[in-house]
């Protein structure tokens, strides 16, 4: 991303913040698609709610086995793309909510001598 367009979208953020408020907020549900099913009910009831209740335009995601990093990355750039090109056509500050659902490292146990090493899987 250039500069210029991280300055502006600072701005915006900053903008949104000074007057408590966003004309305009879309919700990035992410889980893994052969994941826990717990997290993919958990991220549809949220999505469910973000939507109905507080008129978010949400995006579900569910991480793919192949190429996750890939198609992940592309997911959240186009999402950030298209609600900077909302943002800046409407002219009104947008925000963008991201929930993960998932595990972190399946081993993170820092007190049991772990390396602290993240895992890239489902």
């Known amino acids: 991303m250039a500069p210029d367009q991280k300055a502006r979208m600072r701005e915006k953020l900053v903008q949104g913040l000074k007057y408590k408020t966003y004309r305009y907020v ?19 009831r949220l999505g469910n709610y973000l939507e109905s ?20 990355s592309r997911f959240i750039a186009d999402n950030i793309i298209e609600t900077n ?7 009104y500050p947008a925000l963008i909510i991201l929930h993960y659902g998932g595990h972190g490292d399946r081993n993170d146990d820092i007190h049991g001598g772990e390396n602290e090493e993240s895992v890239w899987a489902e």
């Open 85 to 91: 090109g909302i943002m800046e056509k409407r002219r």
């Open 53 to 72: 209740r507080l008129g978010h335009n949400v995006k579900e995601f569910a991480i793919p086995r192949d190429y996750a990093y890939s198609h992940l």
């Open 26 to 44: 879309r919700s990035l549900i992410i889980y893994w698609e052969n994941g826990d099913q717990g997290f993919k009910e958990e991220g549809k």
